[in-house]
């Protein structure tokens, strides 16, 4: 069964140079093909729109192009869905945030979704959530994986150095999400294989200097490395991943400017490491006090979040649970040192020039995610001990 979702999986990429011109092949295969929707950002149209324009127009079938920016809201995606009806597949060029955009229209429409990276920054291309903004905060809808996703290797060895730095902080900031499954499994003993994932970060810390050099050949080692992240997560959403939970409200609160999504993850994990340390560093971990809920409200209130969004049945759960407290004790040095080893694979990597970091913002967003998503059960513990931000 493994092999054969392995190969589900990897037949939809079709990777290779001149890959974009297998998208006329792929729409001819469909017999009751009908109308097509291709959304384009304005960056990637510039640069490769020509190309799949091209396609498009030798296959004789109707079509029409919507330019778009990669930052969307639900609004954005009412007006699309209002707009074209009838639509058998949708075509997306750009990065993540425009596949993201293409998923949810595509799962409203009950189109086929066809997707082509524009770089290798993101793993959006490979995964089945959609992440829209619905004005206070994020929210993830599942939605299908795409029919084909086509990674043209001309495409990807054009990519620019900002994209690439973007995709490498990403894949470095899912470091958070092999503690979290390792801490879950020995606080809470939920089984989960933790090793494939490991084996795909310890790829990447093998490759980490020679994709930092920025060459051709390099960025198709990222990209590799990308797709491989992508499978062994699939079955996550974000919002299980404190970590982007975390980088999806520094990006609301505007605490860190002048970097990418992939950077304000890296950057954002330093900070939730630097307090996953403190906390275990506590010598009684035991002593539990409900956070200040004046301090949660003011907080709430100068980002602009509806109270109505808060959630306080996963931290009153672990409030609740002496258990946890106590089991918390005892593996207080694996976590720890769990910590520690995660902090020292993330502590040498270049996040970047001219970043501007407003940490009392940042500290503000920290505190708001247990609140806010469903994040990894160790938040909600510090949290439930008022030692969040502290």
């Not at 190309?51 to 127009?57: K, P």
């Not at 809920?293 to 109505?308: C, T, Y």
Request: overall charge positive.
């Amino acid at each position: 069964m493994k092999a054969a979702n392995n190969n589900e999986y990897y037949d939809r990429i079709i990777y290779k140079k001149n890959a974009i011109s297998c998208l006329r092949d792929i729409l001819l295969q469909d017999e009751e093909l009908n109308n097509i929707l291709f959304i384009s950002s304005n960056s990637a149209f510039l640069k490769y729109g020509a190309f799949v324009i091209n396609e498009l127009e030798a296959l004789g079938c109707h079509y029409e192009t919507l330019m778009h920016s990669s930052k969307f809201d639900k609004y954005d995606v009412e007006k699309i869905v209002k707009k074209f009806k009838n639509i058998s597949y949708i075509v997306t060029l750009g990065g993540g945030g425009i596949t993201d955009l293409g998923k949810i229209v595509a799962k409203i429409l009950g189109s086929k979704l066809i997707v082509i990276a524009s770089n290798p920054s993101t793993i959006a291309y490979f995964t089945k959530y959609s992440y829209v903004d619905f004005g206070n905060l994020k929210k993830c809808f599942k939605c299908d994986f795409a029919y084909k996703i086509i990674v043209d290797e001309l495409i990807i060895a054009s990519a620019s150095e900002d994209s690439m730095v973007c995709g490498r902080n990403l894949i470095a900031s899912f470091w958070e999400m092999y503690f979290t499954l390792q801490c879950n499994r020995l606080l809470f003993s939920i089984p989960f294989d933790a090793s494939e994932l490991k084996l795909v970060l310890c790829k990447f810390k093998d490759n980490l200097e020679y994709i930092s050099s920025f060459t051709q050949d390099s960025k198709f080692v990222l990209m590799d490395i990308l797709v491989d992240l992508a499978f062994v997560i699939k079955d996550f959403s974000a919002f299980e991943s404190g970590n982007l939970a975390f980088a999806f409200l520094l990006e609301k609160s505007q605490s860190i400017k002048n970097c990418n999504f992939g950077t304000l993850c890296l950057i954002g994990q330093r900070i939730m490491f630097e307090n996953y340390n403190n906390f275990l560093m506590q010598k009684r971990l035991e002593v539990i006090t409900m956070p200040d809920f004046e301090n949660l409200a003011h907080n709430l209130q100068n980002l602009k979040i509806s109270a109505k969004e808060v959630k306080l049945l996963q931290v009153k759960r672990a409030y609740a649970s002496k258990k946890i407290y106590k089991r918390l004790n005892e593996v207080k040095n694996q976590l720890l040192c769990l910590c520690n080893n995660v902090q020292n694979e993330i502590s040498t990597i270049q996040v970047g020039k001219n970043i501007v970091v407003d940490i009392d913002r940042c500290f503000i967003s920290l505190n708001l995610i247990p609140f806010l998503y469903d994040t990894p059960p160790l938040i909600s513990i510090i949290a439930s001990t008022g030692l969040m931000n502290f």
